[in-house]
């Protein structure tokens, strides 16, 4: 008689790491169908061509690493990469930025580590973040003015041939400063309410943008809400980031107020759906939430005084590297222990 | 109501305990041969007390441990010892054991028995020889020797005992209809428990899902001071350490037993065993065993003889080998897999789960760990365990330690939720094991030196003593023949006295005679008078030699002391201490040079001037 012979648990509740992705690629959903409407068909041609771009490339590394090709690209995690960054790209950006972009994050940042889950930095956000320093102008003067999609915004033709076409920079009237740029660069020298009358803030906080971000919002509340994330990376991100505006940015003649923080640029996009990559981010709650608000502190720190408009790639990689630190030091309190033990093995003792 | 608590972590899986509750307990089948393992408990193995072809009564004790922790085993029922022999037995290594093979001879012939009326009158320590007599040990799992758990040690006087009930292992319900149905049985016997150790409060855990036992244990605990918890219902709040935690708010330290906190947990159906012990004089011979799952048409609980193969007993459940995929002894979170139909019922086996590949499926291929955190939310340890798995994997058994490897009670709830499906428990099993093999050489390893250092030690001691020795003999022989001279001598001197006496005098007058005249050349002192025969030349290289030598190691050493102040290390005393006594060390060669030289130069004045 021949059973099956395993060491127990026997019953699994797995929900497998493949539909965790698939979870993350619907949460997004929101946020790209709110970017279509008030940004034009850019985002969606980006997302389409970079989780291409993504599998192909995955598959490819997979092959010449002699791994098991169908097997990991069934975990859907190399789609993700690709929808992040066709997310977070501008929405003119040429097709070989893009591609650049999520060779980079799939070959470089993520298999040529050991693949899937030993990746000690964000994927997408070190393609992101090459492309920007490598072609600041594509990466700058690419983003779409808000516009909403039945309003005049130029065609799906009309954007893919710009894209397609692999020039710098798009058609003039097709693009406009982004909120945040425009806030940075005209605060020095304008008054809060001059500035605000730029077309790009729209009636509310930023056109298009506070929709967008709302659309992220909810999508990463369903994530939270699913607990396919925990609620620590997200409320540290967003309270480090308020924190530190309400701390330094109260005189919106001085510098961008805190609405526009949380509700313009990548800050929804980025507190749900690009710090809370597990695999790169710190462990325990406590941990999380550290990891979170350094990138909450490092977003405002940079927005506000950096060279860029923008900083969530730069503050997710840069708190990749504090992982190991902060993980070393924020293990939780084990049941009969009296205390965490912190630290490395030899060191102190709980 | 009393107070609960709640515990971290913690999974919700299907409970499926629907299936084996349907009906009431029923009474196995006597089956053909009964396999009695001499090991069902924790401690030293039984040893047989019968011999082959010896007819047994039921209830007859035909093993037991004579020095060490452990408990008798005895005849379930009456019959004739056929073997003696290895047998498959329940074990996760699906190892084989010594077992006695008893072939019932079907007068179920009870030994005469002597139930106890009034325990109360019996002293604490008779009544808990009664359980150890009885073969009494934990039923819920492990099996620890009842008797021995009932005496905790002097200082760790027990305030809560509680009574685990809470069965939070899907399939298993032999406590549930053990409560249900023997409600005054198990109270009689916590009861027992309870004046034996006296404690403040005795509490019953079950959870929620078991109304019907709720029920039951409520009315059989009317007019007592047993209180009865009804917990919430979550996976494993019937684990030792969860439960306590519920009941009391208190955890149990890192590496202590519950007695360290003042509370103790039974197992109901040590409960039942510890009152038949008692009132009925009956010996542990027979338990509730669930038999269930897909593999079987008619599931439920069943009153087995010890020793019955789970072969019998699934056959009575209505088992197909052919819809079953896998065999599980115990539940499916922490049961494990059995080989063999042919292995026995034991004091812990609580469940056997014929599982189908449907109920229980063959898990997927292990995925990379994404850190996703999920088994870390479902620890009840408070544990990280994808960082455990990470340094397991990596053989990085140092750090897997430092983040409480040895904390985790491996209940494969981790497992259970890990989305990229790794045997999260497998590997935490594998670092523990590596971990006491390489502290099991650890152990070896100094205590090898220990021996090889005490070796040199001694070796050394009987050469200084051989050394020793060999001088006092020296010194002996050498008194002896200078006693012998010194008869010789005599003897001689008694010949020739008067010669001697003369040849005395005359060396006497020459001698003041020398000295008259040396007093007469001038001033000498007393040491003159007589001239060493040998002035002793002091080795000025050798003493030279030795004071470079200290200089240069007390050089070596300061320089040691330096280093160790700046990198601060714990050894700075001891280098301290080390260069007080060399720079001592120093001066006296140092002195004893200057001597030299000076006793040197005297004894050329001492000589130019004679």
Same mark, same amino acid.
């Given at each position: 008689?021949?059973f ?29 169908i709110?970017q ?8 969606l041609?980006?997302?389409?061509w970079?989780?291409a ?54 070959v ?50 009309e ?11 798009a ?45 992220f ?18 409320a ?25 923080h ?29 990891y ?7 977003i ?18 840069l ?9 070393h ?22 | ?9 913690g999974?919700?899986?299907p ?9 009431p307990?029923?009474p ?9 393992p ?34 008798p ?10 073997q ?16 006695i ?9 009870w ?59 899907p ?15 198990v109270?009689?016997?916590?009861k ?8 403040e ?10 109304p019907?036992a709720i ?9 007592t ?7 919430p ?7 030792e ?10 955890e149990?330290?890192?590496g202590?037993?519950?007695?360290d ?13 510890v ?64 080989n ?8 812990t086996?609580?469940?056997?789960i014929?599982?189908s ?20 939310? &479902?620890?009840?340890?408070e /544990?990280?365990? !994808?960082? +455990? ?6 053989? @990085?058994?140092?750090? %897997? ?20 499906s ?30 090889f250092?005490?070796?040199q ?16 003999r020296?010194?002996?022989a050498a008194?002896?023949?200078a006693?012998k001279k ?15 006496? &003369?040849?005395?005098?005359? /060396?006497?007058? !020459?001698a +003041? ?6 007093? @007469?050349?001038?001033? %000498? ?40 102040k ?11 201490r ?13 002195e004893?040079?200057?001597e ?15």
């Open positions: 008689m021949a099956v012979q395993q060491s127990s648990p026997h019953a699994r509740n797995a929900r497998p790491t493949s539909r965790v992705m698939l979870w993350v690629i619907i949460a997004a959903l929101p946020g790209l709110a279509t409407i008030f940004f034009g068909w850019g985002n041609i980006n997302v389409i970079c989780i771009v993504a599998l192909a490339s995955e598959a490819i590394i997979l092959k010449l690493r002699k791994k098991p090709v169908r097997f990991f690209l069934k975990d859907n995690t190399a789609a993700v990469t690709g929808l992040l960054l066709g997310l977070s790209l501008p929405q003119f950006a040429p097709w070989w930025v893009s591609a650049i972009a999520v060779i980079s994050a799939i470089i940042a993520k298999q040529l580590y050991g693949g899937l889950g030993s990746n000690p930095f964000n994927p997408a956000m070190v393609g992101y973040a090459l492309v920007l320093i490598s072609f600041p102008v594509a990466m700058t003067t690419n983003w779409a003015e808000p516009t909403l999609l039945w309003q005049g915004a130029p065609g799906l033709g954007t893919l041939s710009s894209i397609a076409s692999g020039h710098q920079t058609v003039d009237g097709w693009t406009m400063a982004t909120p945040l740029d425009e806030y940075k660069h005209k605060i020095a020298t304008h008054t809060a309410d001059e500035v605000l009358s730029h077309p790009t803030f729209g009636d509310a906080v930023a056109r298009g943008w506070e929709w967008v971000n709302g659309a919002l909810a999508g990463g509340l369903l994530l939270v809400g699913l607990r396919i994330i925990s609620w620590h990376i997200p540290g991100f967003l309270a480090g980031l308020a924190v530190m505006s309400l701390a330094f940015g109260s005189n919106a003649d001085q510098y961008a107020p805190l609405s526009l949380l509700l313009a640029g990548g800050t929804m996009l980025g507190a749900f759906f690009i710090a809370t990559d597990p695999v790169s981010a710190a462990t325990s709650h406590q941990g999380k939430l550290i979170g608000a350094g990138i909450g502190v490092l405002y720190l940079i927005r506000t005084w950096g060279n860029y408009p923008d900083a969530v790639a730069f503050s997710v990689l708190m990749n590297f504090a992982v190991p630190f902060i993980d030091f924020t293990p939780p309190r084990t049941y009969g222990h009296h205390k965490a033990r912190r630290g490395v093995p030899g060191k102190s003792q709980g | 109501m009393s107070q609960l608590w709640d515990f971290s972590g999974i919700h899986p409970e499926n305990k629907r299936q084996s509750t349907a009906g307990i029923r196995a089948a006597l089956p053909e041969r009964l396999v009695l001499l090991q069902q408990h924790i401690g030293v193995p039984a040893e047989p007390l019968v011999h082959v072809g010896d007819r047994v009564l039921k209830g007859q004790k035909i093993a037991d441990v004579t020095g060490g922790l452990g408990v085993v005895h005849a379930p029922t009456s019959g004739i010892v056929e003696i022999a290895l047998r498959p037995v329940p074990h996760p290594s699906g190892m084989e054991d010594w077992c093979v008893l072939k019932p001879d079907g007068e179920d012939q030994l005469p028995l002597e139930p106890v009326r009034d325990y109360k009158k019996l002293e604490r320590d008779q009544v808990l020889e009664l359980i150890r007599e009885a073969g009494v040990s934990g039923m819920g799992g492990a099996g620890f020797p009842t008797n021995v758990k009932l005496r905790p040690p002097r200082d760790r006087k027990v305030q809560t005992l509680i009574l685990n009930g809470a069965e939070c292992e399939y298993i319900t032999a406590d549930d209809m053990t409560m249900r149905e023997r409600a005054d049985e109270i009689a016997g916590l027992v428990m309870s004046w034996i150790l006296r404690p409060r005795c509490v019953i855990g079950i959870e929620d899902n078991k019907e029920q039951a244990m409520g009315k059989a605990i009317k007019g001071q047993i209180e009865l918890a009804v917990i219902t979550k996976y494993p709040s019937g684990g350490k969860q439960l306590i935690q519920i009941l009391t708010g208190m149990v330290p890192s202590g037993i519950p007695a906190i003042g509370v103790m947990c039974q197992n109901v159906g040590t409960a039942v065993a009152s038949r012990a008692v009132f009925e004089g009956k010996p542990l011979i027979s338990r509730i065993v669930t038999m269930t799952g897909e593999g079987v048409s008619d599931p439920g609980n069943f009153e087995a003889l010890l020793g019955t193969p789970v072969q019998s007993l699934l056959t009575q459940a209505g088992f197909d080998a052919d819809r079953t995929n896998r065999l599980v002894s115990g539940g499916p979170m922490m049961g494990f897999t059995l063999s139909l042919e292995v026995p019922i034991t004091k086996s609580n469940c056997v014929a599982a590949e449907r109920e229980l499926p063959t898990p997927a291929p292990e995925q990379p760990c994404i850190r996703c955190g999920q088994c870390a939310d &479902a620890c009840p340890m /544990l990280l365990p !994808q960082q +455990l798995f990470w340094y397991s994997k990596a053989g @990085e058994f140092d750090k %897997a330690e430092h983040l409480n490897l040895f904390d985790c009670i491996e209940c494969g709830a981790c497992s259970y939720v890990c989305p990229s790794i045997p999260l428990v497998q590997y935490y099993r594998h670092a523990k094991g590596e971990i006491r093999v390489q502290r099991a050489e650890q152990l070896k390893a100094d205590r090898a030196r220990e021996r250092e005490a070796r030690a001694r070796l050394e001691r009987e050469q200084e003593e051989k050394e020793l020795r060999r001088k006092e020296a010194k002996a008194e002896a023949q006693r010194a008869e010789a001598e005599q003897a001689e001197a008694d010949g020739t006295a008067t010669d001697e006496r &003369a040849a005395k005098a005359a /060396l006497v007058e !020459q +003041l005679a020398r000295k008259k005249a040396k007093a @007469e050349q001038g001033p %000498a002192t007393d040491s003159d008078s007589q001239p060493a025969p040998e002035p002793p030349r002091p080795d000025l290289e050798a003493l030279e030699k030795q004071l470079t030598q200290a200089r240069s190691k007390l050089e070596t050493m300061q320089g040691m002391l330096e280093e160790a700046a990198q601060q290390a714990d050894n700075v005393d001891k280098l301290e080390a260069v007080a006594k060399n720079h001592d060390r120093v001066k006296r060669a140092e004893a040079l200057t030299a030289r000076q006793l040197l130069a005297n004894a050329t004045e001492s000589q130019s001037t004679e």
